[in-house]
Nanobody, 130 residues
Framework: QVQLVTSGGGLVQAGGSLRLSCAAS????????IGWFRQAAGKEREAVACINGPSRSGSPKYADSVKDRFTMSRDNAKNTVYLQMNNLRPEDTAVYYC?????????????????????WGQGTQVTVSS
């Protein structure tokens, strides 16, 4: 069974950058859409970025809170997706998760984006100090 291994989190000062990776282990990323999510302490999980499955066209989508600062990309040869995070803010502090959807191929409205049937990574902590 495919597992997702998330890495790249850490402690960074406001204005800094991090790049998160989500690598498929034991298989491929598959054909479904892939999302990056985050959950801050005491808050609900939110979707921050989503990329369509490889058979679908279209650019990645982003939550308004990270637009123009975060960039999601996919390397099919490495079975890995990335989240480049620039100009980080303290409010970006959260555990970040990736998830591959087994049902849907296209990203929809980011405000309601989730993965109900799929594979989740273990999460990586991102802490941004002011």
């Amino acid at each position: 069974q495919v597992q997702l291994v998330t890495s790249g989190g850490g402690l960074v000062q406001a204005g800094g950058s991090l790049r998160l990776s989500c690598a498929a282990s034991g298989g491929t990323l598959g054909g479904g859409r892939i999302g990056w999510f985050r959950q801050a302490a005491g808050k609900e999980r939110e979707a921050v970025a989503c990329i369509n499955g490889p058979s679908r066209s279209g650019s990645p989508k982003y939550a308004d809170s990270v637009k123009d600062r975060f960039t999601m990309s996919r390397d099919n040869a490495k079975n890995t997706v990335y989240l480049q995070m620039n100009n980080l803010r303290p409010e970006d502090t959260a555990v970040y998760y990736c998830a591959v959807d087994q049902i849907f191929y296209t990203c929809g409205d980011m405000s309601s984006m989730t993965v109900l049937s799929g594979t989740w990574g273990q999460g990586t902590q991102v802490t941004v100090s002011s």
